[in-house]
């Protein structure tokens, strides 16, 4: 197996046709199709069914298809780093960020790179947190922003910050006072929640406080704007950050209360594929990531606890 049939095989995976992706690879189809059957005969398993309208993947075919993106996308990092290691920070980078780190840092992080490293080309994308990890682990992006990570060798993870939960709603839901609520109060109120799969986990550092939220929620939803909405209609609150609806707290339709006894917290950490070495670019990336987040919490934009060494 080499690169070559790596790229051929991705190439009618995405075009489920022989002859399209013959023409994009720029080879002749019986070329094509001899590069697929050694790598079937390789793995002694199908990676296609033949069928009159196209080719389908099987499931090795579909299992490859995940490894041969990884791996071709790890070559042309690799080829564009040694390339580029004596010349201007360049090439391509792919960020992903939380919800609440895109709204805290995003706007000056695509900034800064547009305007010092012009020769960079970036992509950022925003997600839930555990989509943002996902992305990461399939190797969509190339550092994200994720909190609470679980324990991965796949892994490499670095603590940023440490935040402060609230409940944050109407002063009608969640009392128009600026006293700390306690925990077993907060579980008698309409508790909205964020939940994908285990996007939940990115909300709180203690699993087992997070389980009772869970079991007393009125509402879980997958967007964060439906979540904003619900909160302005009244219809009930949520633990998060101050950040979250940063803008509604400012302007007094929403309210925020300390929560107490006990206090929650959550852990933000830039994320890396730990087989993945690193590159002039994506450390440089990485530094700017660490800077803006330093600057916002110094500046108390963001109402955090910095865990950066250094």
Same mark, same amino acid.
């Given at each position: 197996?080499d690169?070559?049939?790596l790229?051929?095989?991705v190439?009618i ?8 992706a013959?023409? +994009?690879?720029g ?14 005969a390789?793995?002694a398993?199908?990676l296609?069914?033949?069928k @009159?309208?196209g #080719?389908?993947p099987?499931a090795a075919?579909?299992?490859l ?9 790890? #070559?042309?990092t ?7 290691a004596?010349?201007d &920070?360049?090439?391509e980078?792919s960020?992903?960020m ?7 840092i995003?706007?000056?992080f #695509?900034?800064?790179?547009?305007e010092t490293?012009?020769?960079v ?9 555990a989509?943002?990890l ?8 190339d550092?994200a922003?994720v909190y609470? @990570?679980?324990?991965?060798p796949?892994l ?6 440490e935040?402060?939960?609230v409940c944050v709603?109407?002063? /009608?839901?969640?009392g ?8 077993d109060?907060?579980?008698t109120? @309409?508790?909205?929640?964020?939940r994908?799969g ?17 079991a007393?929620?009125?509402l879980?939803m997958n /967007?964060?704007h =439906? ?11 949520? &633990? ?8 509604? +707290?400012?302007?007094g339709?929403?309210? =925020?209360?300390?929560i ?7 852990t933000?950490?830039l994320?890396?594929? =730990?087989?993945?070495p690193?590159t002039?670019?994506?450390e ?9 987040v ?7 934009r963001?109402?955090?606890?910095s865990?950066?060494q250094?």
């Open positions: 197996m690169s070559r049939q790229r051929y095989f190439a995976y995405e075009q489920r046709n022989l002859s399209r013959a023409d +994009l690879c080879v002749a189809q019986s070329a094509l199709s001899h590069h697929i059957g050694n790598l079937e390789e793995f398993t199908p296609f069914m033949r @009159p309208r #080719m389908q099987t075919g579909e299992r298809y995940q490894h041969a993106k990884a791996i071709l996308r790890a #070559m042309a690799a080829e564009r780093d040694i390339r580029l004596n010349e &920070i360049s090439g980078v960020v992903g939380a919800y609440s780190a895109v709204k805290a995003g706007l000056p #695509m900034k800064t790179v547009l490293y012009p020769k080309k970036m992509s950022l994308t925003e997600s839930l947190s989509s943002t996902m992305h990461l682990m399939a190797a969509e992006v550092i922003l609470n @990570p679980p324990m991965d796949q490499g993870t670095e603590p940023v910050l935040e402060q939960m709603g109407r002063r /009608s839901i969640i128009d006072t600026d006293e700390p609520i306690r925990f109060e907060l579980l109120l @309409p508790i909205i929640l964020l994908q285990v996007s939940s986990r990115a909300l709180l550092d203690d699993v087992g406080l997070l389980r009772k939220l869970e007393n929620a009125k879980q /967007s964060v =439906a979540i904003a909405g619900a909160l302005i209609a009244g219809l009930g609150c949520v &633990i998060g950050t101050t950040l979250f609806m940063r803008e509604a +707290l400012e302007s339709e929403l309210h =925020a209360r300390v107490s006894e006990p206090t929650l917290t959550r933000l950490y994320c890396h594929l =730990a087989d993945r690193a002039f670019l994506s440089t990336m990485r530094r700017l990531i660490l800077g803006l330093q600057a916002e919490i110094t500046a108390g963001w109402a955090a606890r865990l950066m250094g």
